[in-house]
């Protein structure tokens, strides 16, 4: 039973095309993050979403627009992908109360 | 604002080595602390956390104490083995709840 799981683990893909990563979790969390990983393993949040709400969003283009169908959900979706866009990307989820964040996989995005 | 800085790697060491990976924090208030642990192809992983000054979380042999007077989060292993090769992540919870992560560091154990 994974804890967070994100679709697809590896994506290779052409500048310009636009592009959805999925993420789930079954743990009950009520907040879910996307965090961007970089060749030099530098990690930087991107979003999150506590109860349908946006309550972070740091300086990420609006090329990248996260979406959650519900609260065990948080999808990230990319418009016109550009290289510097290669990297892993994380989802993850905690509760607030309790701090810890567990992670997906990763998704390792590819631009061409 | 809030933030971690940990030592640069990579950190080479031979098996039943000892580790210390130097984690150091500027924050307002009083964050938590975590170390979490990211092997090869996997997502990270929490390793132990310590929520208020002198705590000391320890999980796998690894042990780090949060030291208010000097800022600083390390993490110590006695004897490390090649299954503990990995990135290891030092990260700060700070009041408003978001988590910064340090710049991670690449441990390498060798037989």
């Known amino acids: 039973d994974t804890a967070v799981s994100q679709t697809p683990k590896y994506l290779v893909t052409q500048m310009g095309n636009d592009k959805s990563i999925k993420c789930e979790q079954n743990l009950g969390h009520d907040t879910m993050y996307w965090y961007k990983q970089d060749s030099k393993k530098f990690l930087k949040i991107m979003f999150s979403y506590n109860n349908k709400e946006l309550i972070i969003n740091e300086t990420v283009p609006n090329r990248f627009s996260p979406k959650s169908p519900d609260k065990a959900h948080l999808n990230l979706h990319i418009n016109s992908l550009e290289l510097g866009d290669s990297a892993v990307y994380f989802c993850a989820s905690s509760n607030i109360g309790t701090g810890e964040l567990f992670f997906g996989e990763g998704s390792r995005l590819t631009v061409l | 604002g809030d933030s971690v800085t940990q030592m640069e790697g990579p950190v080479t060491l031979s098996e039943e080595a000892f580790l210390t990976i130097n984690c150091t924090y500027t924050a307002t208030g009083y964050p938590s602390l975590f170390w979490y642990v990211q092997y090869p192809g996997e997502g990270l992983q929490l390793l132990l956390k310590?929520?208020?000054?002198?705590d000391k979380g320890s999980n796998k042999g690894f042990e780090a104490t949060y030291r208010k007077e000097t800022t600083s989060f390390h993490l110590e292993k006695g004897s490390v083995q090649v299954s503990d090769s990995a990135v290891y992540f030092c990260a700060l919870r700070a009041n408003n709840n978001d988590m910064r992560f340090g710049a991670g560091t690449r441990l390498t154990v060798k037989p």
């Open positions: 310590a929520t208020k000054a002198d």
